[in-house]
């Protein structure tokens, strides 16, 4: 079966040890979802240690309470939204539009993977205790239950013809 290439993936992913990072890249889904959330990324722990967990808060291995998904939910986000077989961070556009506002790409995705146990895993912690949340995404559900399925009702509206010939013809 022929399967399309994705005109702009919806997600970039960043991996460092057991972790990867998902940024929101599609500026059609970042027009719907939250301006305060915009080039911090979901985490994911792909370890073994918790990889029959769903939801799992790594608090006794991080220190903090962060969001982590499994192998199963990054998976199931990924399904048909991101490049199979794409490897480390796509090549970001240098601008990219989101309402009408012009950003800049790399405000979008640094492709760094935070708390993954690198170099700058204490600072990350420290930035989290200061201010939690400042560096990754706690809002999973919420996006996967609001933001992706208003983006996809409008993907299925913009493929239809009515929609097509409404915008042709005005």
Do not use: W
């Not at 990072?21 to 939250?34: G, T």
């Not at 915009?38 to 006794?60: D, V």
């Not at 706690?138 to 409008?154: G, H, S």
Request: hydrophobic residues 35%.
């Amino acid at each position: 079966m022929f399967k399309k290439k994705l005109q702009q993936p919806d997600f970039t992913v960043a991996e460092n040890n057991a972790f990867t990072a998902v940024y929101v890249v599609n500026p059609q889904i970042l027009e719907c979802d939250d301006l305060m959330q915009r080039g911090k990324p979901f985490l994911f722990y792909q370890g073994t240690t918790f990889s029959k967990l769903r939801q799992t808060l790594l608090e006794p291995t991080l220190g903090v309470r962060i969001y982590a998904g499994t192998n199963v939910d990054l998976e199931e986000l990924l399904k048909g939204r991101h490049e199979a077989g794409q490897q480390g961070v796509a090549k970001m556009s240098e601008t990219v539009m989101v309402n009408g506002e012009l950003i800049e790409g790399k405000k979008l995705c640094s492709g760094y993977v935070p708390f993954s146990f690198g170099v700058f895993h204490d600072d990350d912690i420290a930035r989290y205790q200061k201010q939690p949340g400042c560096n990754v995404r706690l809002d999973f559900q919420e996006f996967k239950n609001r933001v992706l399925p208003r983006y996809d009702a409008r993907m299925r509206e913009e493929a239809t013809l009515g929609y097509k010939l409404r915008h042709l013809f005005g």
